[in-house]
Nanobody, 121 residues
Framework: QVQLVESGGGLVQSGGSLRLSCAASGGIVSIDVMGWYRQAPGKQRELVADITRRDKTDYADIVKGRFTISRDNAKKTVSLQMNSLKPEDTAVYYC???????????????WGQGTQVTVSA
């Protein structure tokens, strides 16, 4: 069974940094996109950044220049380095991946349980 386990959230002051990590495990044949979404209270879940298996990246405009996404295909991990954090970055951050699990034909979406990031003013 496929699992995504996130780590690295927490409380940080404005201007600080945090690094989120996510590891995929279980019966996995191939991973396409890996990424991070976030959801603040009262708001819809939104894309923060994602990265394809060929390292093509995409970022939300509001995090460009501050966040950097990376992945390790051999370890099946994706990380998000977040610098110059602002109070408006406060949200639950969810790891996301689109992958082919063992025993199934096709790619499917999987989500982590979420990790809280809180940025104080």
């Amino acid at each position: 069974q496929v699992q995504l386990v996130e780590s690295g959230g927490g409380l940080v002051q404005s201007g600080g940094s945090l690094r989120l990590s996510c590891a995929a495990s279980g019966g996995i044949v191939s991973i396409d996109v890996m990424g991070w979404y976030r959801q603040a209270p009262g708001k819809q879940r939104e894309l923060v950044a994602d990265i394809t298996r060929r390292d093509k990246t995409d970022y939300a405009d509001i995090v460009k220049g501050r966040f950097t996404i990376s992945r390790d295909n051999a370890k099946k991990t994706v990380s998000l380095q977040m610098n110059s954090l602002k109070p408006e970055d406060t949200a639950v951050y969810y790891c996301y991946t689109n992958l082919m699990p063992v025993g199934r034909d096709g790619y499917f979406d999987y989500w982590g349980q979420g990790t809280q990031v809180t940025v104080s003013a």
